[in-house]
């Protein structure tokens, strides 16, 4: 899996952190995914865009008292839907959720959770696995450069 560039990052954590959060949410992560979330939790990374129009703020923390991360998210999906379908990694600007999905089904793609864009089905597919979706991210000098 593609290598990011950390610009900015948090408190760095520790597998009983991730452990932590998979017994809250009664899941367990994708080897990949916990292996990301070990690295790069809480980060903000050079490479935030999916597509042009696809991008996210920074790599969610695992843990916070702030308003974002894998556990309050987690939280909010048991809470509203039910489901210990989807691990949620990142927000966009607008605070979409990317998420792989953990659904027998799906396993291990990525979608985006557009959940107040008035869809019936807010799941966006973005890529088949969390491996190739991190090897398509890139620099917004890209895009940038795409513009000018």
């Not at 990301?36 to 597509?51: I, M, N, P, R």
């Not at 129009?53 to 920074?58: A, H, I, Y």
């Not at 894998?70 to 039910?82: F, P, Q, T």
Request: glycine share 6%; proline share 4%; hydrophobic share 45%.
């Amino acid at each position: 899996m593609k290598t990011l560039t950390i610009t900015w990052q948090a408190a760095p954590v520790e597998l009983a952190d991730v452990k932590a959060v998979e017994a809250l949410g009664g899941i367990t992560f994708p080897n990949n995914v916990r292996d990301f979330f070990l690295k790069y939790s809480g980060c903000s990374v050079k490479e935030q865009y999916f597509t042009e129009s696809c991008s996210f703020l920074g790599i969610l923390p695992l843990r916070s008292d702030r308003s974002a991360s894998v556990e309050l998210i987690l939280e909010g999906y048991l809470e509203d839907m039910e489901t210990r379908d989807w691990l949620p990694f990142a927000i966009d600007a607008g605070g979409w959720v990317f998420a792989v999905s953990l659904a027998e089904d799906t396993y291990g793609q990525v979608w985006l959770d557009r959940f107040d864009s008035g869809e019936e089905d807010p799941f966006k597919f973005l890529a088949p696995s969390f491996e190739a979706f991190v090897n398509q991210l890139y620099a917004a000098e890209l895009v940038h450069s795409y513009i000018t």
